[in-house]
Structure formats: C-alpha cells, structure tokens
C-alpha cells in the first residue's frame, strides 16, 4: 500500500527538484488538500456530466450511464495509481513528458510532451466552451436571449479572459478558488440532487434508472453501442494529471501530488454517480430532454420550473468556470515548463516568469490557443464534440506512457516515497490495458450515417499532432534539453546537497 514521509520544508522540496537538474523558480504555496483541489476542479463532474449527459442519453442510456460510470472510474482509478507513483518520483511541472524522458529517452519525452499538451489545450477550450453554453442557457430562460453559435463564443472569448487574467493577477486567489471549488462541487451536487429529488412529483423507478437502454446513435449493435457509451465516464474523467503539473508549486510534493491524483479520481467517482442518479431518476420526457440544446436544463426546467432551473444552472456554471481557471493553471504551467526545455516553438518568450513568479507569456498563449480551437464552432454543430475528442485523445495516450516505461525499467526504477509496492506491476499492466481500449473508443465514429457533421475527427487530429511533432523534432529536437538519469551533473549536484 501506499506509503508517506514526514512533510519536509519548502527548500527540501526544491533541493529534490535540483536533483532532477531542474531550477526551482515557482513558489511553493500550495498544500495536500489544494493539490488535490486542483485535479478535482478540472475532472469536474459538475462539468463533464452535465456538459456530456444528453450524449449519454443516446449512446446506450441510462444502464450505460450508471454502469460505465462505475466501470469506467474503478478502470481510471487503477490509471491514476500508477501514475501517483512515477510522480512520486519525478515531482515537477513537466508532468508526464517529464516522467517519459526520464525513464524511456527523450523521443518518448518529446512525443508525451506535445500529446499531453494537446490534451490541456482541448481541456480548456471544451470546459469554458461548456461553460459558455450553459450561461447562454441562462440568458435564455433569464431574458429571453437566443443561444447562437456567435453568442456562445463570444461568452466564451470572455470567459477565457476571465481565467487568463486570473492566472496572471491573482494567484493566490486561485488557490483559493481551488479550495472552495471542491466544496462548491461537492455541496452542488447535494443540492442538485436533492432538490431533484424532493421537488418532482414523478420520478422514474430504479428498475428504468439502472436497467433501461435507448440507442440514439444510429449504430444496431448493442454492444457497439453500450461502448461508445463508455465515453460520457471516459471524456470526464480527464484532467487529473494537474496535480502533477503542479508539484512544483506543492509542499512535501513527492507524497501530496500523488495522493491529489488518487484523492481526486475516487471522490469524483462517488459524486458523479451520485449526480448522474439524480438527473435520471428526474427525467420527466425521455425524447425532449435527450432532444434539446443542454438536456441537464432541460431536466431542470421539466421537474422544476424556471425559477428552479435557473438557480440550479447557477450551481453548474459556477462549477464550470472553477473548473476551467484550474485547467488554465494546470495548462500553463505544463507550456512553460515544455518551454524551458525549449521544445516549443518561440520557448525563449513562453518560458518568462513574472516578479511574481507567474509564467505570464504561457497563461496567455494557453488561452489564445484554446479559443482557436473552439472557433469552427461558429459553422459546425459538432465542432464541440470534436473539440472534447480532442482533449481526451490527447490526455489518454499521455497518461499511460510513463507507467509503460516504468513496467519496462521493472527493478531498475527508483520509487518515490508514494509507492505501490509489491502491487505496482499489476495495478500498471491493468492501467495499460485500459487506456489501450479507451483509446480505441475514443477513435470510433460515435453516429450513423457517418458525415460531416458526425465524422469523428479524433484520429485526425491524433495524427496530425503527432506529425507535427516529429517535424518540430526533426527541427529543434537537439535543443530539447531535459537532464537524463544518470547523468554526471546530477550526480556532483547531488553531492553538493548531501
């Protein structure tokens, strides 16, 4: 089982970051339970559930919905144990690329780096383009106003700004915000549920909840179907990596980043059932709510009213908006850090630190970026959902290719204090082979007959990244300068500590 050291101080946090040849240069000021906040906030189930419900609705229903949640997140669950403890050994804002250079050689670090990358980028433009959809579901049933494309990005434009200037003038007000989102999550879904379910005078039964399947994408094969209805779990559970891209910034890093990984998967995992179940045992019209522009609204406005409905909106943008400033955080600090190891075009301007010891350049670059992907939303309907499939095919891949390296280096890997122990083999071998089949289903077309306006362009956009990749690599790769284990540096800097 996993086990701790006593909590060191912040300067032997940064010694260990030495060790590793990396220039402590971010301030420590972030405990356990922030550190966790962080990877909570930007998994997000008030976000990732409701944003992805009625695709749930279609892709097998409400025996997928329930059952694939708890299938799918005792899966990500073995995933984020084994990734807990390679970052319990390599505790720095790089993350995964980090880990991937280290134990496999730096074309695994590069590759890992620009796949991880990719992820956050989606990771943010799915969550605030989420976020604006529900504020203009709002404006909606507030004032009357018609959720256009043009509207929905333009709320997202500002929404960005909102996360970006955050980041760059508040970051103790982030941590802070971190903090209060776990709470606001946690009590959100407590009163969502509860007012859905003391409020409705009809309620489907549990039979219906936990056994009924309705098929709305086209596809015959049930089968087929109940797996692409894997995705709703698949697509939410994302983003908990942050505690990694965070270490740098965490007291006692080597023990709090791991278990703010863990902590962050097993508690989404209750609240999420926990909410999917009360939304569903709410529906009251089955075909309207799977029908309409944000079925979660829908759910709202059929079992509560408008009033009703509006104030539990309330409840899920705000936990959208606290999901996606932590994303941004978690982003940025993953582009400055790929910056100081120059692996990004223009890294000598994305890897500037503020007085305040904030990666300003990449805060911003983070959300211009973001915004560009949202951007063919304005004259494709399944922009959104190609935008989602790109963060998820971006994040899978990357989250697995640490703990493949660390089985390949079996006795020769050095664990951190947060370990597996005898474990650890078969906990990565069963991660592996999850993501493996995630990242399948990720690639699969999700609706029939195949378009363009339902064609998945998650293999596409893998491709092309990784293509992009090994063309930077051919041009700038000598310059990808992360140290490598074992090197004679380290060594003498190690000496020089002890």
């Known amino acids: 089982m996993p086990r701790s050291e006593p909590i ?33 906030s930007v998994i997000s189930v008030l976000s990732g559930c409701m944003t992805l419900f009625g695709f749930g609705l279609l892709s097998g229903g409400p025996v997928v919905m329930m059952w694939g949640w708890l299938g799918v997140g005792l899966a990500v669950l073995l995933v984020g144990m084994a990734l807990a403890e390679v970052t319990s050994a390599y505790p720095t804002s790089g993350g995964l690329y980090y880990m991937a250079r280290q134990l496999g050689g730096p074309r695994w670090g590069w590759t890992t780096g620009w796949l991880n990358l990719l992820g956050l980028l989606g ?55 971190n903090s209060i989102s776990v709470w606001w999550h946690i009590g959100g879904v ?38 692409v209805g894997l995705l709703l779990a698949g697509y939410t559970f994302c ?36 909410l999917l179940a009360g939304l569903l045992f709410a529906v009251q019209d089955y075909t309207g709510t799977a029908a309409a522009d944000v079925p979660p ?12 409905a509006k104030a539990l ?27 100081r190891d120059n692996a990004l075009p223009g890294s000598a301007t994305w890897r500037r630190v503020s007085p305040r010891r904030v990666p300003v350049p990449a805060v911003w670059l983070s959300v211009a970026v973001a915004f560009v992907l949202a951007v063919p939303s304005m004259w494709n309907a399944a922009a959104y959902g190609a935008v989602t499939a790109v963060n998820v095919i971006g994040m899978t891949p990357s989250y697995i290719v640490p703990v493949y390296l660390r089985l390949r280096q079996r006795d020769r890997f050095v664990p951190g204090p947060w370990n597996l122990g005898r474990w650890s083999r078969p906990v990565g071998i069963a ?5 493996v089949v995630l990242t399948v289903l990720v690639c699969l077309p ?33 310059r990808f300068s992360v140290p490598v284990v074992g090197d004679p540096q380290l060594a003498a800097v190690e000496e020089q500590i002890v």
Request: net charge negative.
């Open 123 to 177: 990771g943010i433009a799915g969550i605030d383009y989420g976020a604006a959809s529900f504020i203009a579901a709002f404006a909606d049933l507030q004032w009357g106003v018609e959720a256009t494309p043009g509207l929905i990005l333009t709320i997202f434009a500002g929404v960005l700004v909102l996360h970006a200037l955050l980041n760059v003038f508040a970051v103790r007000a982030v941590s802070l915000f």
């Open 239 to 274: 983003g908990y990596d942050a505690s990694a891209h965070l270490s740098e910034e965490t007291t006692n890093a080597r023990v709090a980043a791991p278990q703010g990984i863990v902590r962050s998967i097993w508690v989404s995992l209750i609240a999420g059932f926990v």
């Open 313 to 339: 909106l309330l409840i899920v943008i705000g936990a959208q908006l606290f999901c996606g400033s932590a994303e941004v955080t978690a982003c940025s600090r993953m582009v400055y850090a790929f910056s």
């Open 446 to 478: 999700q609706r029939y007959p195949v378009n363009v306006e339902t064609f998945n362009y998650a293999p596409a956009t893998l491709l092309v990244v990784l293509a992009l990749a090994a063309l930077w690599w051919r041009l700038a790769g000598k």
């Open 431 to 435: 991660a592996v082979a999850w993501v």
């Open 8 to 40: 060191p101080l912040p300067h032997e946090d940064d010694d260990h970051l030495q060790l590793l040849g990396i220039k402590p240069e971010l301030v420590r000021r972030m405990s356990l339970f922030g550190n966790f906040a962080v990877s909570f």
């Open 190 to 227: 407590l009163v969502i549920v509860g007012v859905l379910a003391v409020v409705p005078s009809h309620h489907q039964s549990p039979s219906w909840v936990f056994g009924h399947f309705a098929n709305g994408t086209g596809w015959s094969n049930p089968i087929y179907v109940s797996a």
């Open 297 to 308: 609204a829908q759910v709202f406005l059929d079992a509560l009213g408008t009033t009703g």
